[in-house]
């Protein structure tokens, strides 16, 4: 499975992004994919998840109220609507998957497969 993530940029805090995550290879509907973040000099971080099947969304807590993720399984993708950005949310933002949900999905580590990372600037 290939991931390309795209939709990145540079927006003014207070704009809005959406970034997506295209799988390619191999059918990925039943995959777990997930949104990770990394900024400048800090450690990756969980942003978003959706448990496929159910569809249920899981955030983290900074971003809680100002993101949505979402999927559409026909083209195999998986979005990240970004609205009320802030600065902080400046970051590389990844998207991984693997092959079925675990009960960890915000721990990287667990993740077989990731995009290349699209940019995402906030400035203030």
């Known amino acids: 499975v290939q991931l390309q993530a795209s939709g990145g940029g540079l927006v003014q805090a207070g704009g809005y992004l959406r970034l997506s995550c295209a799988a390619s290879?191999?059918?990925?509907?039943?995959?777990?994919m997930t949104w990770f973040r990394q900024a400048p000099g800090k450690e990756r971080e969980f942003v978003a998840a959706?448990?496929?099947?159910?569809?249920?969304?899981y955030y983290a807590d900074s971003v809680k109220g100002r993101f949505t993720v979402s999927r559409d399984n026909a083209k195999n993708t998986v979005y990240l609507q970004m609205n009320s950005l802030k600065p902080e949310d400046t970051a590389v933002y990844y998207c991984?998957?693997?092959?079925?949900?675990?009960?960890?999905?915000?721990?990287?580590?667990?993740?077989?497969?990731w995009g290349q990372g699209t940019l995402v600037t906030v400035s203030s």
């Open positions: 991984a998957a693997r092959t079925y949900w675990s009960v960890i999905y915000s721990d990287s580590s667990i993740y077989v497969y």
């Open positions: 959706i448990r496929p099947g159910t569809s249920t969304r």
């Open positions: 290879g191999r059918s990925s509907s039943s995959y777990a």
